[in-house]
């Protein structure tokens, strides 16, 4: 970008494309903060970075509105309607699969165990008063 | 270990901090840089406000770090 307004003149670099930058480095500063969490095991630390992620995650989407209020985001275009449909298609063929296989699983399942003749044993170590 | 909630940091933890440390270092330099030089009131309010909440962040990464000193051992243990 050479030709800039003459506003930009003696700037390092323009608003518009600082704050694209920031904007940026939110959105791989919550992606770094996502994985971190997943793979602390320090529940402490655990806690840390699943703050840091929420708080980062918040940060990005105020920077973004604001961006977009100001005209510095040009919002994307539209997905086709024919293309939602087909996506919608698979997604129940998908569903309808997935219950199928639960179903499958639960059969076989209990295919090998018999129906209890004892009404089912509470465990103890369940009771409410100790939780 | 006594402490259910606080363990000492796996040498994957100890990098994840110290990047996010150096994240959070640029976040705030990049925010402070860009307040300077903008002419919008909306914008340079927000971006002081985001230069104090990474500093925050900065500020909970080294605490964290600091917790955890006296539980890292000295030496390589299995």
């Known amino acids: ?47 840390m970075f699943t703050d840091l992620t929420n708080d980062t995650l918040r ?4 920077l973004f509105n604001l961006m977009q209020q100001n005209n510095m985001y040009s919002v994307s275009s539209k997905a086709l309607r024919q293309d939602v449909d087909k996506q919608i298609q698979s997604a129940q063929q998908a569903q309808q699969k997935c219950q199928q296989f639960i179903q499958e699983k639960n059969t076989q399942n209990s295919s090998y165990s018999q129906a209890p003749n004892v009404p089912h044993h509470q465990p103890n170590y369940g009771n409410p008063y100790y939780m | 270990m006594q402490n259910h909630t606080m363990q000492a940091l796996s040498p994957k933890e100890l990098n994840y901090i110290a990047d996010s440390i150096t994240n959070e270092e640029l976040l705030i330099k990049q925010c402070a840089a860009t307040a300077s030089i903008t002419h919008n009131p909306q914008i340079q309010q927000a971006l002081n406000h985001y230069v104090r909440s990474h500093e925050q962040h900065l500020n909970t990464l080294v605490n964290a770090l600091q917790q955890h000193q006296s539980l890292a051992p000295a030496q390589v243990s299995n």
Do not use: V, W
């Open chain 1, 1 to 47: 970008m050479y030709s800039q307004s003459p506003s930009s003149n003696g700037s390092f670099m323009q608003e518009q494309d600082l704050l694209k930058s920031i904007l940026a480095d939110l959105r791989r500063t919550s992606r770094e903060y996502t994985t971190a969490t997943t793979e602390a095991s320090c529940p402490m630390t655990r806690r």
């Open chain 1, 59 to 62: 940060l990005q989407g105020e």
